[in-house]
Protein backbone atom coordinates (compact mmCIF):
# COMPACT_ATOMS: atom_id res chain seq x y z
CA UNK A 1 0.00 0.00 0.00
CA UNK A 2 0.89 3.52 -0.18
CA UNK A 3 3.50 4.83 2.31
CA UNK A 4 4.33 8.81 3.07
CA UNK A 5 7.09 8.78 5.71
CA UNK A 6 8.41 12.29 6.75
CA UNK A 7 11.62 12.89 8.62
CA UNK A 8 13.64 15.68 9.76
CA UNK A 9 11.72 18.05 12.12
CA UNK A 10 13.18 18.94 15.53
CA UNK A 11 13.08 22.46 17.74
CA UNK A 12 14.76 25.32 16.25
CA UNK A 13 15.15 29.09 16.79
CA UNK A 14 13.75 31.93 15.46
CA UNK A 15 16.17 32.31 12.14
CA UNK A 16 17.21 28.66 12.01
CA UNK A 17 16.81 26.43 9.28
CA UNK A 18 15.54 22.34 8.33
CA UNK A 19 15.30 20.80 5.48
CA UNK A 20 11.58 18.20 5.88
CA UNK A 21 11.98 14.54 3.81
CA UNK A 22 9.19 12.66 2.78
CA UNK A 23 9.90 9.42 1.54
CA UNK A 24 7.19 7.49 -1.17
CA UNK A 25 6.87 3.41 -1.35
CA UNK A 26 4.00 1.74 -2.65
CA UNK A 27 3.52 4.01 -5.35
CA UNK A 28 4.61 5.16 -8.72
CA UNK A 29 6.31 8.23 -7.76
CA UNK A 30 6.59 10.01 -10.70
CA UNK A 31 2.88 9.41 -11.61
CA UNK A 32 1.80 11.52 -8.59
CA UNK A 33 2.20 15.08 -7.25
CA UNK A 34 3.05 15.86 -4.26
CA UNK A 35 2.45 19.03 -1.36
CA UNK A 36 3.11 19.89 2.11
CA UNK A 37 0.45 21.02 4.16
CA UNK A 38 0.58 21.67 7.86
CA UNK A 39 -1.61 22.06 10.91
CA UNK A 40 -0.81 24.11 14.35
CA UNK A 41 -2.96 23.69 17.36
CA UNK A 42 -6.08 24.62 17.04
CA UNK A 43 -6.26 25.23 13.46
CA UNK A 44 -7.41 23.69 10.24
CA UNK A 45 -4.39 22.07 7.86
CA UNK A 46 -3.11 24.53 5.84
CA UNK A 47 -1.48 24.40 2.22
CA UNK A 48 2.95 25.07 2.44
CA UNK A 49 3.87 23.78 -0.87
CA UNK A 50 3.15 21.71 -3.89
CA UNK A 51 5.32 20.25 -6.80
CA UNK A 52 4.27 18.63 -10.45
CA UNK A 53 5.15 14.84 -10.95
CA UNK A 54 8.26 15.78 -13.15
CA UNK A 55 9.24 18.18 -10.62
CA UNK A 56 9.48 21.50 -13.12
CA UNK A 57 6.33 23.22 -11.54
CA UNK A 58 6.07 24.45 -8.13
CA UNK A 59 3.59 26.64 -5.97
CA UNK A 60 3.99 27.70 -2.57
CA UNK A 61 1.86 29.57 0.38
CA UNK A 62 2.06 33.27 1.19
CA UNK A 63 3.33 32.98 4.35
CA UNK A 64 6.27 30.78 3.11
CA UNK A 65 7.25 32.08 -0.30
CA UNK A 66 10.79 33.29 -0.71
CA UNK A 67 11.71 31.40 2.69
CA UNK A 68 10.33 27.73 1.78
CA UNK A 69 11.31 25.50 -1.33
CA UNK A 70 9.82 22.36 -1.91
CA UNK A 71 11.60 19.79 -4.55
CA UNK A 72 11.79 16.32 -5.15
CA UNK A 73 14.19 13.30 -6.59
CA UNK A 74 12.20 10.80 -8.46
CA UNK A 75 14.90 8.35 -8.54
CA UNK A 76 15.06 8.54 -4.56
CA UNK A 77 11.02 8.68 -4.37
CA UNK A 78 11.86 11.55 -2.07
CA UNK A 79 10.02 14.64 -1.21
CA UNK A 80 11.68 17.91 0.32
CA UNK A 81 10.57 20.82 1.93
CA UNK A 82 13.73 23.38 2.63
CA UNK A 83 12.39 25.99 5.45
CA UNK A 84 14.91 28.89 5.84
CA UNK A 85 14.39 32.16 8.45
CA UNK A 86 11.86 29.58 10.48
CA UNK A 87 9.36 32.03 12.46
CA UNK A 88 7.73 31.23 15.71
CA UNK A 89 4.47 30.71 13.54
CA UNK A 90 5.97 27.92 11.34
CA UNK A 91 5.79 25.64 14.29
CA UNK A 92 3.07 22.84 13.35
CA UNK A 93 2.78 19.15 12.16
CA UNK A 94 4.29 19.14 8.80
CA UNK A 95 2.86 16.65 6.79
CA UNK A 96 3.29 15.53 2.87
CA UNK A 97 0.84 14.05 0.74
CA UNK A 98 0.31 12.51 -2.93
CA UNK A 99 -2.13 13.26 -5.41
CA UNK A 100 -3.18 11.62 -8.41
CA UNK A 101 -3.86 15.59 -9.92
CA UNK A 102 -2.10 16.09 -13.50
CA UNK A 103 -1.83 19.77 -12.03
CA UNK A 104 -0.48 21.48 -9.78
CA UNK A 105 -3.16 21.54 -6.51
CA UNK A 106 -3.24 23.57 -3.53
CA UNK A 107 -6.56 22.28 -1.98
CA UNK A 108 -6.11 19.39 0.78
CA UNK A 109 -8.90 17.35 -0.61
CA UNK A 110 -7.17 16.00 -3.73
CA UNK A 111 -4.83 14.52 -1.91
CA UNK A 112 -6.22 11.03 -1.02
CA UNK A 113 -2.49 9.65 0.42
CA UNK A 114 -0.76 11.51 3.37
CA UNK A 115 1.76 10.99 6.17
CA UNK A 116 2.03 10.44 9.61
CA UNK A 117 3.04 13.97 9.87
CA UNK A 118 6.45 15.36 11.66
CA UNK A 119 6.52 18.23 14.68
CA UNK A 120 8.38 21.18 13.64
CA UNK A 121 8.61 23.80 16.55
CA UNK A 122 10.15 27.07 16.34
CA UNK A 123 11.06 28.71 19.86
CA UNK A 124 11.63 32.56 19.66
Known amino acids: QVQLVESGGGLVQTGDSLRLSCAAS????????MGWFRQAPGKEREFVGA????????SHSDSVKGRFTISRDNAKNTVYLQMNSLKPEDTAVYYC?????????????????WGQGTQVTVSS
Open 51 to 58: ISRNGVST
Open 26 to 33: GLTFSQFG
Open 97 to 113: AATWASTITSSKYNYPY
